[in-house]
């Protein structure tokens, strides 16, 4: 049963997108020069904008702007470097947050985003020693334990990954994000119905994004629900997508019928 929801699982996992729709990105200045600083509270602010509107290319464009011109500048470190991670860039964020260590050694939020760099560029046992490190101080830090499970699971380590993933619950309660990874992690050990629940919480939330349904509608399809499986798809994905979907869901049971 493991082998097959892993490899089910491996196949179906809908990976986060680096670029949804927002402003159009443009190549980034490698310096602000001095004159240009009176724009910095507007530029400062695009920046910001962007970040929330999921173009985090041009979000980095003027955080590594900045970051370059005062390498010593911990928040454009931390914010250049979130915003390469989640534009798919991690080993940017890496090379960047490796200098603004050198200006401010041992900082618990730098090491702590260098760790999740680390984990988004898959060299995971640094990214542990990162995440670890950071957590001696920052213990309040739910996404430091989510970070912690996720690489604990790809470490092989499913029943420490769960602990973590219970204890970023237990200061974020009903977090999407950590209840749809502590399902896969629980799933991986063959407790499907748990891990159904789980996601079917994490799913009713408002925060809750199709990677939720969608593994919600894996999980179920694994169970033999197939109907309920497809209507998920259905609701997330183009017909065509879905209609794949489904045809491996309806595989999926036939394989598993005696």
């Not at 402003?23 to 695009?46: C, G, H, R, W």
């Not at 380590?157 to 970023?168: F, M, N, S």
Request: net charge positive; charged share 20%; with cysteine.
């Amino acid at each position: 049963m493991r082998r097959s929801v892993h490899w089910a699982c491996a196949v179906m996992l809908l990976q986060g997108c680096a670029g949804l729709p927002g402003m159009q990105s443009k190549n980034p200045p490698t310096t602000i020069k001095q004159e240009d600083f009176s724009l910095a509270p507007y530029l400062k602010e695009v920046a910001l904008q962007s970040s929330v509107n999921h173009d985090y290319a041009a979000a980095a464009s003027f955080w590594g702007a900045v970051f370059e011109s005062d390498p010593s500048n911990r928040e454009a470190a931390l914010k250049f470097a979130s915003n390469l991670r989640y534009a798919g860039q991690p080993q940017g964020a890496i090379s960047a947050l490796n200098k603004a260590l050198v200006a401010h050694p041992g900082d618990p939020q730098l090491l702590a985003e260098r760790g999740k760099a680390y984990a988004g560029a898959s060299d995971f046992a640094p990214a542990l020693a990162d995440i670890d490190e950071a957590l001696k101080t920052s213990t309040k830090d739910w996404t430091l334990y989510s970070a912690r499970g996720v690489t604990l699971d790809r470490l092989a380590r499913p029943a420490d990954a769960e602990a973590a993933y219970k204890q970023a619950l237990a200061l974020s309660p009903g977090n999407p994000k950590v209840l749809n990874n502590m399902a896969l992690n629980i799933a991986l050990s063959g407790r499907l119905d748990e891990a159904i629940a789980l996601l079917r919480t994490a799913a009713q939330h408002p925060q809750a994004n199709i990677q939720v349904r969608q593994n919600l509608s894996l999980l179920l399809a694994m169970k033999g629900n197939v109907d309920e499986a497809g209507r998920l798809a259905r609701a997330d994905l183009s017909a065509a997508m879905s209609e794949n979907n489904i045809a491996f869901f309806r595989s999926l049971k036939a394989a598993a019928a005696p």
